[in-house]
T-cell receptor, first 112, second 115 residues
Framework: KQEVTQIPAALSVPEGENLVLNCSFT??????LQWFRQDPGKGLTSLLL?????REQTSGRLNASLDKSSGRSTLYIAASQPGDSATYLC???????????FGQGTRLTINP | GAVVSQHPSRVICKSGTSVKIECRSL??????MFWYRQFPKQSLMLMAT?????????EQGVEKDKFLINHASLTLSTLTVTSAHPEDSSFYIC???????????FGPGTRLLVL
């Protein structure tokens, strides 16, 4: 059974810092991996989707990497801003991405 | 981009009543819809997968008679929480898969509070 773990559970950094969020998964036979953002009381916003054949994806200040063999992914946020404050969820797609297994999330706070 | 809506966004009900939550894909046909449950400060847990015109597939530990799912059309799935109890209070999120995409599109969620 696939298990997804995110470390740290919470992170607080001053504005402007670069930071890395970690995600690990137990079964390397994944279809894809996705990073989401969730604001309090809201739904999910997809940030980056990495196919199993890819090693990284970039969107603006965000860069996500994938190392299937070691069962790890990282989300790199450059030049953090207070608006980046949210919970970031990592999800692994199995069975043609029709099943997503989520990590517990990292609650990120960027202090002005 | 693909949009998924949920209605209602928030509902408060008395214990013992049933509550229906709608999930709609607004600009694409969803071959598959998913229902998740999220407790405070916890991650999303998949409850069930529904395909249009067929019975939903429930995850282990989810009572199918408690959480009734109907996927009557390619743009609408409903989740009915029957005889709701306070422990059913949670944030319910749906997602839809289809339109040629390789990702699920998530609704904004419905917060259920059972008194």
């Amino acid at each position: 059974k696939q298990e997804v773990t995110q470390i740290p559970a919470a992170l607080s950094v001053p504005e402007g810092e670069n930071l890395v969020l970690n995600c690990s998964f137990t079964d390397s036979a994944i279809y894809n991996l996705q990073w989401f953002r969730q604001d309090p009381g809201k739904g999910l916003t997809s940030l980056l989707l990495i196919q199993s054949s890819q090693r990284e994806q970039t969107s603006g200040r965000l860069n996500a990497s994938l190392d299937k063999s070691s069962g790890r992914s990282t989300l790199y946020i450059a030049a953090s801003q207070p608006g980046d404050s949210a919970t970031y969820l990592c999800a692994v797609g199995d069975q043609g991405a029709q099943k997503l297994v989520f990590g517990q999330g990292t609650r990120l706070t960027i202090n002005p | 981009g693909a949009v998924v809506s949920q209605h209602p966004s928030r509902v408060i009900c008395k214990s013992g009543t049933s509550v229906k939550i709608e999930c709609r894909s607004l600009d694409f046909q969803a071959t598959t819809m998913f229902w998740y449950r999220q407790f405070p400060k916890q991650s999303l847990m998949l409850m069930a997968t529904s395909n249009e015109g067929s019975k939903a597939t429930y995850e282990q530990g989810v009572e199918k008679d408690k959480f009734l799912i109907n996927h009557a059309s390619l743009t609408l799935s409903t989740l009915t929480v029957t005889s709701a109890h306070p422990e059913d209070s949670s944030f319910y999120i749906c997602s839809a898969f289809g339109g040629g995409s390789e990702t699920q599109y998530f609704g904004p969620g419905t917060r259920l509070l059972v008194l």
